[in-house]
């Protein structure tokens, strides 16, 4: 085979024009269905909140343990709550020209939120931080897990789910930078409690499995009702923590699986608007009689029952508790107090949690 | 990043990003459906690209995660890959040169693209896969091998 006929052989590999402008329409489709209200973090989002945080005093705290204040009560302010159980000094590495530290954690193992800190330790390193570009997808071969905007953390299997890094610009130095992680995964309930941290060092991307699951407790409740919300599903279990929640249910018809060219295929059989009426009809209900609407950042999808899962076929909602401010026009952080929710309503059925 | 830039992007590489799935997936419906994925993550994220150089190579990337996402679902690896695969081979029957091409594992596939169709070399591989740049050069050595490439650098 010459050069010239594997470039002749991959020509042929193409689409119609009419397929091209089909798919970027189901791009713009795609897009525009995942609404405000229901879009999951991203780069953009997590500058409008790093912005509101640095408006925001800084509480007066307890220094953690290498005298530096707070920065995760600084980009969340919210986790001055449950202080106590933000982790210190998680991870370090060193390469003899920069160090970098997992400074601060937060997680539930669904969500994951980290203060990441990079040092110089010569020039190289210097030079190094300088230019580096932190956003930089890679897969690193320490865990097999791939990073599609650089700095973030992984679960085994690699779970979809989203990340990304806002650089905090106000504490960089020529030998400083910061970093303020969120990770927003689907639903875990993971023996090994671990997911994999990507980095970079100055000899090239890194990752490394931490433990992510003790930080912040998560409950754990059956759902049960003489009722059922919709003859679609029928919701099963529901996980909650300060941080995020999970509706686990047994799909009746969501969705369908069928057998097509290339293999499996999912075919979705409710409409946006039937989704978006669960969603909006569904809410926490706490001791005190508040109903909190949840906050729901990824809704059904598929799931191949395990144990993990309470051998459940259908991710009905999960997400963190942020919420969109109407107000600020972005999503802002926010924690509920998960012991003090006693029931879960959807659609107007109630589902005693206590 | 405005939609008409992603447009421009999208009318650029759309035929890059199509072929990186196609040789990941090997199959045309779902390597339209992860070449939609990748864009629609371009749209979702609005990352800011200083060059269209960074800008392709992280559709390059990205394009190869969503694929290597799916070839791991479970209800994908349902499927006799054997025999649904080796029917949308069989659809460039006419066309033995490229079910050769598309016989490579991916881990050869996707370097041998870049360094033969879209002329990276091999330093630029290695920094778009975030290989070392031996391991790219042992890959497509290792790819001539398969596909008995003359060497016509």
């Known amino acids: 085979m010459k050069t010239n006929d594997y470039i002749k052989a991959l020509e042929s590999v193409k689409v119609q024009k009419n397929t091209k402008e089909e798919i970027w329409q189901n791009v713009l489709n795609q897009e525009e269905k995942a609404a405000p209200k229901n879009r999951r973090f991203s780069v953009k989002r997590f500058a409008a909140i790093a912005t509101a945080a640095a408006c925001v005093a800084v509480f007066a705290s307890p220094l953690i343990s290498s005298g530096i204040e707070s920065l995760m009560r600084k980009m969340y302010p919210q986790s001055a709550k449950i202080a106590d159980k933000i982790e210190t000094s998680v ?35 210097k030079e190094w931080l300088a230019n580096r570009d932190f956003t930089q997808p890679f897969i690193s071969d320490d865990t097999g897990a791939y990073f599609d905007f650089g ?63 003790t930080n912040v407790e998560t409950y754990v409740y059956e759902l049960t009702s003489d009722e059922s919300p919709s003859d679609r599903f029928i919701p099963k279990y529901l996980t909650v923590s300060e941080l995020s929640f999970t509706i686990f249910a047994e799909n009746i018809s969501v969705y369908s699986l069928y057998e097509g060219s290339g293999g499996w295929r999912m075919e979705s059989l409710i409409s946006i608007e039937e989704m978006t009426e669960v969603e909006e009809s569904t809410c926490f209900v706490m001791a005190d009689g508040e109903k909190i609407p949840v906050a729901i950042n990824g809704g059904m999808g598929c799931l191949e029952p395990d144990e993990s899962n309470y051998y459940c076929d259908l991710l009905l909602f999960d997400g963190t508790h942020d919420y969109f401010n109407e107000e600020t026009q972005s999503y802002e952080h926010r924690m509920i107090d998960a ?10 059925v109630y589902y005693d949690l206590k | 990043m405005e939609n008409e830039e992603i447009k421009q992007l999208y009318d650029k590489y759309f035929d890059t990003v199509y072929r990186v799935c196609f040789l990941l997936v090997k199959n045309e419906a779902d390597a339209k459906d992860m070449t939609q994925e990748t864009f629609y993550r371009l749209i979702k994220h609005s990352p800011l690209f200083e060059t269209d150089g960074k800008a392709k190579a992280w559709l390059i990337v990205t394009a190869s995660n969503c694929c290597k996402t799916l070839l ?65 050069q042992t890959r497509l050595a290792k790819a001539r091998e398969i596909l008995k490439i003359e060497l016509s650098e």
């Open chain 2, 72 to 136: 791991k679902k479970w209800w994908y690896k349902k499927a006799d890959a054997d025999g649904d695969f080796k029917e949308e081979i069989c659809n460039f029957s006419d066309n033995e040169i490229l079910k050769t091409v598309l016989s490579l594992d991916k881990k050869y596939s996707i370097p041998t693209y870049l360094y033969y169709y879209e002329g990276y070399k091999t330093a630029e591989i290695a920094q778009i896969l975030n290989e070392k740049q031996s391991t790219v």
């Open chain 1, 91 to 125: 991870f370090e590495d060193n390469d003899g020209h920069v160090k970098m530290t997992v400074e601060e954690m937060l997680s539930d193992m669904q969500s994951v939120y980290m203060i990441v800190h990079y040092e110089a330790l010569d020039e190289t390193g």
């Open chain 1, 339 to 348: 012991e003090n929710i006693v029931g879960l309503e959807i659609m107007g």
């Open chain 1, 151 to 213: 700095l973030g953390v992984r679960l085994e299997e690699e779970r979809s789910g989203t990340f990304g890094n806002s650089e905090i610009e106000e504490n960089r130095t020529e030998n400083e930078r910061w970093f303020y992680v969120t990770c927003e995964l689907q639903h875990v309930n993971n023996e090994n409690k671990r997911g994999a941290f990507g980095y970079y060092m100055t000899d090239g991307a890194k990752s490394t499995w931490l433990d992510i699951g």
